[in-house]
């Protein structure tokens, strides 16, 4: 079975700009989570989608959004970059997302640069 | 507020030689506890996750855990490193009573082995 799938891997945008990231979950698995991991703040919760419904989300501003399709297949979309947004982006699916019980399986991550 | 402290930031291992890394947590009422691994520009993987019972965790690659409760702690630890070992190794909690799959990280504790 494939895993998670992100793609860009990698990604070089200038301030002022937008982006969007996607994530394709296993296979059967109906929740994605997204995360941002910085070498300062470390690994944060952003927000989390089930059954293209924003369930549960991280403290970002609302420059950061997304959304999940019938699919499961999640975007992530974060406007007007600034510096600070630099970052691994991550995404995990979870199989059922009906409580914190089930496994995160992650993705490798998008690589986000901002100039 | 939930937190989660890796004390450690780098822990430098012989080959062969036991590790333990510490993990301490703060939360209201006993979390779900994991911990996982990060290669350089990988995602993560689940090492192991405890959710009750049996305070002895067996996890992948020759790791095991041991919540304790009266230390908050889900210390890792694994009888004879590889030099494979090498990577980042992260702690986390997540909500038992809480839809959603929200994870709280820590800052990460980087293991390098020598030979």
């Known amino acids: 079975k494939a895993g998670v799938t992100q793609t860009p891997r990698y990604l070089i945008k200038t301030r002022g700009q937008q982006v969007t990231l996607s994530c394709s979950p296993i296979?059967?698995?109906?929740?994605v989570s997204w995360y941002q991991q910085t070498p300062g703040q470390g690994l944060q919760f952003l927000f989390e989608?089930?059954?293209?419904?924003?369930?549960n989300k991280g403290n970002f501003p609302g420059r950061f959004s997304g959304r999940q399709f019938s699919n499961s297949r999640s975007e992530m979309n974060v406007s007007t970059l600034e510096l600070g947004d630099s970052a691994l982006y991550l995404c995990?699916?979870?199989?059922?997302?009906?409580?914190?019980?089930?496994?995160?399986?992650f993705g490798p991550g998008t690589r986000l640069t901002v100039l | 507020a939930q937190s989660v402290t890796q004390p450690d930031i780098h822990i430098t291992v012989s080959e062969g030689a036991s590790l333990e890394l510490r993990c301490n947590y703060s939360?209201?009422?006993?979390?779900?506890l994991f911990w996982y691994v990060q290669s350089p520009g990988q995602g993560l993987q689940l090492l192991l996750k405890?959710?009750?019972?049996?305070?002895l965790v067996q996890g992948i690659k020759g790791f095991e855990a041991e919540f304790k409760r009266s230390q908050s702690s889900f210390n890792l630890r694994k009888p004879s490193v590889h030099w494979s070992d090498a990577a980042e190794y992260f702690c986390?909690?997540?909500?038992?009573?809480?839809?959603?799959?929200?994870?709280?990280f820590g800052k990460g504790t980087t293991l390098s082995v020598s030979s």
């Open positions: 296979s059967g698995h109906r929740s």
């Open positions: 995990a699916s979870t199989i059922v997302g009906g409580a914190s019980t089930d496994t995160q399986y």
């Open positions: 939360y209201g009422a006993t979390p779900y």
């Open positions: 405890y959710f009750s019972g049996d305070t």
């Open positions: 989608y089930f059954s293209e419904t924003q369930r």
């Open positions: 986390a909690v997540g909500s038992p009573n809480q839809a959603g799959t929200a994870l709280i």
